[in-house]
């Protein structure tokens, strides 16, 4: 199995900046696309940014200019720059990854427990 443990979440007042990371471990055959998703309360759960393993990114449009997705293949490491933060962005956010275990099975997503974010005004 796989598992994610983020970390990096905090309050911060707006335009503040925080830094999450996520590591994954376990029993890693490959790791595929890494992303973050966020949600609050009383709302779905939205995707915040992900990124392949080409370091081929993708950004929800409310982001797009303030966030920055990276990731180490080498530490299985994700990474969620978060600049010029908005009261909005406030959420739990989730880390997710696509990974196999083994050559014989087929991709699976797995996510972390979640880390909270919180931008007062």
């Known amino acids: 199995q796989v598992q994610l443990v983020e970390s990096g979440g905090g309050s911060v007042q707006t335009g503040g900046s925080l830094r999450l990371s996520c590591v994954a471990s376990g029993s890693i055959f490959s790791i595929e696309a890494m992303g973050w998703y966020r949600q609050a309360p009383g709302k779905r759960r939205e995707l915040v940014a992900v990124i392949s393993r080409g370091h081929i990114t993708n950004y929800t449009d409310s982001v797009k200019g303030r966030f920055t997705i990276s990731r180490d293949n080498a530490k299985n490491t994700v990474y969620l720059q978060m600049n010029s933060l908005k009261p909005e962005d406030t959420a739990l956010y989730y880390c997710?990854?696509?990974?196999?275990?083994?050559?014989?099975?087929?991709?699976?997503?797995?996510w972390g427990q979640g880390t909270q974010v919180t931008v007062s005004s």
């Open positions: 997710n990854t696509v990974a196999t275990v083994s050559v014989r099975t087929p991709p699976y997503s797995y």
